[in-house]
């Protein structure tokens, strides 16, 4: 084979070699599209009722979130299913958590007509200052495809040890609608409910 065949062949298996791996480059990106977050990608929370309750970040505080379907039992820590609730995050605070961010959060299976129920308890803290400020948001999502509407929002405080507060008490009615007029805040223990 002489200088110049070598060259051609060379030339040619190098330029098949380039466009196979050009090839295999487009078809990773179009089989395997990369993963987009829940905000981009439109992915929906699941839940027809959700309830979040939060507080500030970094804070060895363990807050309770108890919630209270129509005709089921509190949901929370000790309890963390109902027919209607699941609590789907027990935060700690810092104990066994990998990050400084304090929330907890429950979702419904359903959206039964009646009054549902928000309590926090401050199970415990570890060397923090009094009161701790909760932010409490319950949202209804009617539609599986669209997104949750937020309905009640409040922020509570919690100003000792086993304090329990009830954040809000609201009624939905058959068609998962907001009760006019039955947003409260009168006291509803459910941590013994539970028991």
Excluded: C
Excluded at 76 to 105: H, M, P
Aim: charged share 25%; glycine share 8%; aromatic share 8%.
């Amino acid at each position: 084979m002489d200088e110049e065949t070598l060259t051609v062949w060379l030339d040619t298996a190098l330029l098949m070699l380039g466009g196979f791996v050009l090839m295999t480059v487009l078809m990773v990106a179009v089989i395997n599209p990369r993963a987009k977050s829940a905000e981009t990608a439109g992915e929906q929370s699941p839940g027809n009722v959700i309830v979040e309750a939060q507080w500030r970040d970094g804070l060895d505080a363990d807050v309770d979130l108890w919630v209270e379907a129509p005709g089921d039992k509190p949901v929370g820590y000790s309890n963390k299913a109902g027919r209607v609730f699941n609590l789907l995050r027990d935060d700690l605070g810092k104990a066994q958590d990998a990050t400084d961010a304090n929330y907890e959060i429950a979702y419904s299976r359903g959206m039964p007509a009646g009054e549902y129920v928000a309590n926090v308890h401050m199970y415990r803290g570890v060397g923090i200052a009094y009161p701790v400020q909760v932010k409490v948001v319950a949202s209804v999502k009617t539609d599986p495809h669209a997104r949750a509407k937020q309905i009640v929002a409040t922020t509570v405080e919690l100003r000792r040890e086993n304090d329990e507060i009830t954040a809000f008490r609201f009624r939905l009615d058959s068609h998962g609608a907001l009760v006019p007029a039955s947003v409260n805040s009168l006291y509803k223990p459910l941590r013994v409910a539970a028991r």
